[in-house]
């Protein structure tokens, strides 16, 4: 097993379910020191639990933050710093969906809260990681924008409008920080088997009815099946490692092709 991370330390936001807690695991397999980010107590404790059962010697740093605050985030850096001493790797993670529903029937509130945390929890992140990585000269950073971030996506006016954002966000800094020898890129998932997919499938064909509203969804998608988070996990991986330092400022879809069907 490569130990691309080893003494290498990274910053995992949304770490206690789904595509942080893949990305946890595939980095912890490979030596990293991390800095776990959630809002969730216990997801967080269970992502540790599932890390100790594979790589019983990583060091492990647990912070229950709220990324839409932004002295919260201030903090989950500070805390990292104080316990590692350095953050090579950032892995903006955490978002939520929100609510489906046409844009003139979208819940303002709730537009609100998906804006908070999909895009000013991404903002917040880089811009108390960003003078760590710039001082160190060193550093990698992956964003999560999302197929949503490069497509409309039928009754998701926040998410698609947030994950947009990030992509635009991460283009940005990419061209402001690459010269301090920074990587930073987005990821965009397409239907990849997290929780929050399963609870998209639920507003889509309900409790009974979400699984072959699944089977639906990826009939049109070229490989014929959904992405599984370790698949994801290996790219963040791979974007954060320094074997990839001259991508900076790319959005890259993991979405078996559907993205570029017509």
Same mark, same amino acid.
């Given at each position: 097993?490569?130990?691309?991370?080893?003494?290498?330390?990274?910053?995992?936001t949304?770490?206690?379910?789904?595509?942080g807690?893949?990305?946890?695991?595939?980095?912890?397999?490979?030596?990293?020191?991390?800095?776990?980010?959630?809002?969730?107590?216990?997801?967080?404790?269970?992502?540790?639990?599932?890390?100790?059962?594979?790589?019983?010697?990583?060091?492990?740093?647990l912070?229950?933050?709220?990324?839409?605050?932004?002295?919260?985030?201030?903090?989950?850096?500070?805390?990292?710093? #104080?316990?590692?001493?350095?953050?090579? &790797?950032?892995?903006? /993670? $955490?978002? %939520? @969906?929100?609510? !489906?529903?046409?844009?003139?029937?979208?819940?303002?509130?709730?537009?609100?809260?998906?804006?908070?945390?999909?895009?000013?929890?991404?903002?917040?992140?880089?811009?108390?990681?960003?003078?760590?990585?710039?001082?160190?000269?060193?550093?990698?950073?992956?964003?999560?924008?999302?197929?949503?971030?490069?497509?409309?996506?039928?009754?998701?006016?926040?998410?698609? #409008?947030?994950?947009?954002?990030?992509? &635009?966000?991460?283009? /940005? $800094?990419? %061209? @402001?920080?690459? !010269?301090?020898?920074?990587?930073?890129?987005?990821?965009?998932?397409?239907?990849?088997?997290?929780?929050?997919?399963?609870?998209?499938?639920?507003?889509?064909?309900?409790?009974?009815?979400?699984?072959?509203?699944?089977?639906?969804?990826?009939?049109?998608?070229?490989?014929?099946?959904?992405?599984?988070?370790?698949?994801?996990?290996?790219?963040?991986?791979?974007?954060?490692?320094?074997?990839?330092?001259?991508?900076?400022?790319?959005?890259?879809? %993991?979405?078996?092709? !559907?993205?570029?069907?017509?």
């Open positions: 097993m490569s130990n691309r991370f080893e003494s290498k330390v990274v910053v995992i949304g770490a206690g379910s789904g595509l807690r893949a990305a946890a695991l595939e980095l912890a397999k490979e030596g990293a020191k991390l800095s776990l980010v959630d809002l969730n107590e216990a997801s967080l404790a269970e992502t540790q639990n599932q890390i100790k059962a594979i790589a019983p010697k990583a060091e492990v740093l912070l229950t933050a709220d990324v839409s605050n932004e002295e919260a985030v201030k903090k989950y850096v500070e805390d990292s710093l #104080a316990k590692f001493g350095r953050i090579d &790797g950032f892995y903006n /993670n $955490a978002g %939520i @969906e929100g609510k !489906q529903a046409p844009t003139a029937d979208y819940d303002s509130k709730m537009f609100d809260k998906v804006i908070d945390i999909n895009l000013k929890g991404v903002f917040y992140g880089m811009k108390y990681v960003l003078p760590v990585m710039k001082e160190q000269q060193s550093g990698a950073i992956v964003n999560v924008a999302s197929v949503g971030g490069i497509r409309g996506v039928l009754n998701q006016a926040a998410y698609v #409008a947030s994950k947009h954002a990030v992509a &635009g966000m991460t283009k /940005n $800094a990419a %061209i @402001e920080y690459g !010269q301090y020898n920074l990587s930073i890129n987005a990821i965009a998932p397409g239907a990849i088997m997290t929780d929050m997919v399963v609870g998209s499938l639920k507003q889509i064909g309900g409790e009974d009815g979400w699984e072959e509203a699944g089977k639906q969804f990826v009939s049109v998608n070229p490989k014929k099946r959904f992405g599984k988070p370790e698949e994801v996990g290996r790219l963040v991986a791979f974007l954060l490692s320094g074997e990839s330092e001259f991508i900076n400022g790319a959005v890259i879809p %993991i979405d078996g092709g !559907q993205s570029n069907q017509y």
